[in-house]
């Protein structure tokens, strides 16, 4: 997503209105996107953001544009500060609501935020929109997508992103429940994706069978390097990921340590010593 740009407020749908967290990044791309659900004067937010102070401004423009001129209440995807930085900003603007989430409690105890539990098949209600969250951990434990069923679409969080693959972080993440998250996700058979960066996804379950299929064609590539030889995963990433920018190599190497992990737990690959992902030395068993 590296020097895409999005209009700062757009309308994807009757009751989907869209504002950029103006939070630009190489991992953000042009930003988070933050939605305002619904079709009446009070609205749903989904994820505010990382709290840039040239966010309320947009933010304020997008109401305008909806019509809506209330927000009802906050709902989190998940716990990273892109996505939940700007809870308390908007809390300040527009007056306390609630804000849920679904509990991470080593993360959520640094927010200072007063937050309601979310958990999987719960639903929020707005005039004409109704969210229903599936817990889809992989990308971060506390991970939620919403079903917005009067669309048949999905708000995919960090899950599935308008251009690109999402990373999964060394610590919190876990591809294994990744990849279970993504057959979820696709048995929901969705039209839309709605993501958390990036464009409106139009064929979402297309968009799906393409992460997976990406995601089992990385483990070949692996599988076909450490075949050649015992590897550190740095060098796995210079032969795999060679089209790529340097500077987006630290984000591979993440990955490809994910997939070892997993390789690891299914008896294909080993590490040669007990030492951590990234300085140990990979091969076939």
């Known amino acids: 997503m590296l020097g895409m ?4 407020v757009d309308r994807w749908s009757e009751r989907v209105v869209v504002a950029l967290g103006q939070n630009p990044s190489a991992f953000t791309g042009p930003g988070t996107n933050v939605y305002l659900i ?9 994820d505010p953001g990382g709290g ?17 001129e209330e927000i009802q209440e906050i709902v989190l995807t998940h716990g990273h500060p892109d996505h939940v930085g700007g809870v308390r900003q908007v809390l300040e603007r527009f007056g306390e609501m609630p804000v849920h989430k679904m509990p991470w409690p080593e993360v959520d105890a640094k927010l200072d935020l007063p937050l309601r539990a979310l958990a999987e098949g719960q639903t929020l209600t707005t005039e004409g929109a109704r969210l229903r969250a ?19 679409a ?3 969080g960090d899950n599935v992103l308008g251009v690109g693959t999402t990373v999964i972080p060394l610590g919190s993440g876990d591809l294994g429940q990744y990849m279970a998250s993504l057959e ?6 969705p039209g839309r994706i709605y ?3 990036g ?71 080993q590490r040669e010593a007990a030492r951590p992902p990234l300085e140990a030395v990979w091969k076939r068993p």
């Open 5 to 8: 740009t999005l209009p700062d």
């Open 184 to 189: 979820k996700m696709r048995a929901a058979s």
């Open 134 to 152: 599936l817990h889809t951990p992989g990308h971060a434990p506390d991970h939620l997508c919403f079903i917005l069923d009067e669309e048949g």
């Open 199 to 269: 464009p409106c996804i139009e064929d979402g379950v297309g968009k799906l069978q393409e992460y997976i299929e990406h995601r089992k064609q990385r483990e070949v590539e692996i599988l076909r390097v450490l075949e050649k030889g015992p590897s550190q995963i740095l060098e796995i990433v210079r032969v795999i990921y060679a089209a790529y920018p340097a500077h987006l190599h630290a984000a591979a190497a993440q990955s490809v340590a994910h997939h070892l992990l997993k390789l690891e737990r299914e008896g294909r690959a």
């Open 154 to 156: 999905l708000f995919s």
């Open 38 to 46: 619904g079709t009446g004067r009070r609205r749903l937010l989904l």
């Open 195 to 197: 993501p958390a960066h």
């Open 52 to 68: 840039e102070p040239t966010f309320l401004p947009v933010l304020e423009r997008a109401m305008r544009r909806s019509g809506c």
